[in-house]
């Protein structure tokens, strides 16, 4: 079982910048694509950004793309989204997951495991 702890969430103004991080626990963590979902108030969960097991492709949102970067160190079993840019329509429920497969999934069923999620918002 692989466990995803996400951490960076926070209140913060437009315009501001947040890196939320997601730990795995697993030394396998190389196997799994990764990627991100966030979840706002009233609607559903919404894929944002996915990374390759070897962080060599990468797929964004349209909404996020050219704003947000994610990346991957495997060494240290974790994975990063930068945020940069941030609007009052980032404000979200940021999840962490992890998908038994090399390249990236923008449906979240293709996902095997979920982290507990960190709260981002941003006030306008």
């Known amino acids: 079982q692989v466990q995803l702890v996400e951490s960076g969430g926070g209140l913060v103004q437009a315009g501001d910048s947040l890196r939320l991080s997601c730990a795995a626990s697993a030394h396998t963590f190389s196997i799994y694509a990764m990627g991100w979902f966030r979840q706002a108030p009233g609607k559903e969960r919404e894929f944002v950004a996915g990374i390759s097991w070897n962080g060599g492709n990468t797929h964004y949102s349209d909404s996020v793309k050219g704003r947000f970067i994610i990346s991957r160190d495997n060494a240290k079993n974790t994975v990063y989204l930068q945020m940069d840019g941030l609007t009052p329509e980032d404000t979200a429920v940021y999840y962490c997951?992890?998908?038994?497969?090399?390249?990236?999934?923008?449906?979240?069923?293709?996902?095997?495991?979920w982290g507990q999620g960190t709260q981002v918002t941003v006030s306008s």
């Open positions: 997951a992890a998908a038994f497969t090399l390249l990236p999934s923008t449906l979240f069923t293709s996902y095997n495991y």
